[in-house]
């Protein structure tokens, strides 16, 4: 029997996605799992997958096409399977705004609007999406404006182009996969200067080493120009959330500080044992250890609705990943129920899928309590914003010599500060200070951690 296959909702706020690519042609053989299309929502792009075999009987929408959540994308039938009553499509004519070849190889400087779109040419096409489907935007970007999708721009610095010199084909000049392998092929865009990278958050070498900046100017020579910026659609939807969060949710703030040597020598024992590639680091300790917390602490593993108090009963754990964009939050499932090396391997495979714009919508859905963790970066202490329906957040800074008082007597500590961040309307400061008490249980004695 034929099945439908929608746009899926990947995140509560989520309205609408655009479909970027097609993965099987019509008429080819679908594996249950296998990955029809990428669609980019406001975080990231991301697979969606069959969930069923059989073939690929009909598109129902074409690339470029922006798709409300929920609305069929796409047909999949049995072999030699006649399929009727198929959802109405009309046809719906877009017009894209493709700018001259030579501006892309401009320099971005800011232009009036009356000669931004100077010279540009107006092309139609027509599209066969479903009725509820709605074309993509027709104004063309200024010059300075590069488009680019996150695929593409993953693509590009790994294989240093420059995308300046690169002809976007996607909806109004949109930079694409195919772009950046065909400016591969032919050799069009000239090599960027590979910049030297930061060490992975999540990997168990602790902090980030900093690379020293290159000197971009210098006393005596003209001030550089201003910069205008587009705003991406990542940037633009954590904005518009944390808006939203400060001012309809009550924060309060609870910070506690935790004696993290032993937490440091277990994990450079148990690090001896693995594989470089395996090696668990401090953050990996931290979910376990604030999952397992939150068994006892329901308030804070909870959703606020207009109606009603959801206490989950899977405990799943979002961690913030810096992207060149912004924050994206993956979603290490049932961390509580997970041993430690299995919670280190999910979340370093997760955010690498999230960093090349290849998230699936399980590494991004579900998050019942996340953590925002900038020790890596020498942050003493800070405090997050809570992310919204979540009841909580926990931000976590590094863990730093300090002088502490043992016995009466003064000696050199490892101390960790963390802040828990939550709604006064689903928990209060009492319940919020016993739990970074419990927490302390097995941060300070994290042996807890691997029984």
């Known amino acids: 029997m034929a099945e ?20 099987i042609a019509e008429g080819g053989e679908v594996a249950k799992g296998a990955v029809l299309a990428e669609i980019e929502t406001d975080k990231a792009t991301v697979e969606v997958e069959s969930s069923a075999a059989g073939i690929l009987y009909r598109r129902l929408v074409e690339e470029g096409a922006v798709v409300p959540v929920g609305t069929a994308i796409a047909v999949i039938a049995a072999p030699g399977e006649e399929v009727k009553d198929l959802p109405e499509s009309g046809a719906v004519t877009e017009k894209v705004e493709k700018p001259p070849a030579k501006a892309a190889k401009q320099k971005a400087e800011p232009s009036p609007a009356k000669e931004s779109t100077a010279g540009e040419k107006t092309e139609e096409k027509t599209l066969k999406p479903t009725a509820a489907v709605k074309p993509v935007e027709t104004a063309a970007p200024a010059d300075e404006m590069l488009r680019v999708s996150p695929l593409a721009r993953r693509m590009a610095l790994e294989n240093k182009i420059n995308l300046q010199q690169v002809v976007g084909t996607g909806p109004a000049g949109r930079i694409t996969r195919k772009d950046v392998e065909k400016a591969l092929q032919t050799g069009t865009a000239a090599a960027v200067p590979a910049e030297a990278g930061l060490t992975d958050a999540a990997a168990p ?28 659609k990542l940037r633009a939807i954590i904005g518009k959330r944390m808006i939203e969060s400060k001012q309809q949710v009550p924060h309060f703030y609870v910070t506690s500080a935790y004696n993290m040597a032993p937490l440091l020598d277990l994990r450079k024992q148990v690090n001896v044992n693995l594989p470089e590639d395996a ?30 108090i959801i206490r989950h009963g899977h405990i799943n754990i979002g961690v913030a990943v810096a992207l060149d964009s912004g924050l994206m939050t993956v979603v290490c499932q049932d961390a509580d129920q997970k041993p430690l090396r299995l919670i280190g391997q999910e979340v370093r495979e997760m955010a690498t899928r999230a960093r090349s714009g ?17 020790g890596m970066y020498d942050v003493e202490h800070f405090v997050a914003i809570i992310n919204p329906p979540e009841a909580a957040i926990l931000a976590v800074g590094s863990a730093q010599s300090v002088p502490v008082v043992v016995d009466g007597e003064v000696k050199v500590g490892m101390q960790m500060k963390a802040t828990l961040s939550a709604d006064h309307r689903v928990t209060d400061g009492a319940e919020g200070a016993k739990f970074m ?14 029984l």
């Open 205 to 232: 070498t602790g902090k980030l080493q900093v690379p020293v900046p290159a000197v971009s100017w210098t006393p005596g020579t003209p001030v550089p120009a201003d910069e205008h910026v587009p705003v991406e």
């Open 279 to 308: 090696r668990l680091s401090v953050n990996d300790f931290i979910i376990k250890a604030v999952a397992l917390t939150l068994r006892q602490f329901p308030n804070l593993n909870a959703s606020l609705t207009e109606k009603e």
């Open 4 to 23: 439908l296959v929608a746009m899926p909702k990947l995140g509560f706020d989520m309205a609408e996605g655009t479909l970027v690519r097609w993965v």
């Open 358 to 374: 290849k998230v699936r919508p399980d590494d991004i859905e579900g998050s019942t309590f996340s953590i925002s963790n900038l």
């Open 437 to 450: 008490q419990a927490l302390a249980e097995f941060i300070e004695n994290p042996l807890r951690l691997l």
